[in-house]
């Protein structure tokens, strides 16, 4: 189900671009295009920066999340967290969550991993995993 504002947003996007070429569809900010703000991963971003195991704890499913950050990390890179943590502690994507012990205690930034890294493991892109994310967790 698509909120109401997202929807003419995005129908509002959509016959603005008709005719037009992809470059124009680039410079429609991204919360236009989708329901969060995704940021664009960083060139070159690693998981060197991801909680390493030791600091983990014995819980399957926090060492599963935080197992996907480091195998997919340019991918956690480029998408929004919905926690709200960018407010609170001022994350700029999902990999920041995993950067931190966030996720540990957060169920929110654990399922939205789990979707994220099962999606990258069936093959799918960033732009496809992002709207799945934004269906999943977005307004």
């Known amino acids: 189900?698509?909120?109401?504002?997202?929807?003419?947003?995005?129908?509002?996007?959509?016959?603005?671009?008709?005719?037009?070429?992809?470059?124009?569809?680039?410079?429609?900010?991204?919360?236009?295009?989708?329901?969060?703000p995704h940021p664009e991963p960083r060139p070159g971003i690693t998981s060197e920066n991801v909680l390493?195991?030791?600091?983990?704890?014995?819980?399957?499913?926090v060492r599963e999340?935080?197992?996907?950050?480091?195998?997919?990390?340019e991918i956690f890179d480029g998408v929004f967290c919905a926690c709200g943590c960018d407010k609170t502690m001022n994350h700029r994507s999902l990999l920041s969550c995993f950067e931190s012990r966030q996720a540990i205690g957060c169920m929110a930034c654990r399922e939205e991993a789990e979707l994220v890294t099962g999606l990258a493991q069936k093959g799918k892109t960033l732009e496809e995993i992002r709207l799945a994310v934004d269906k999943e967790f977005g307004d």
């Open 1 to 36: 189900m698509i909120a109401r504002r997202a929807f003419v947003v995005q129908i509002a996007a959509l016959v603005a671009l008709a005719g037009t070429d992809r470059a124009a569809f680039a410079r429609i900010p991204r919360r236009a295009r989708s329901g969060l």
């Open 52 to 61: 390493a195991e030791s600091e983990l704890g014995e819980r399957r499913r």
């Open 65 to 73: 999340a935080y197992d996907g950050a480091r195998r997919y990390p």
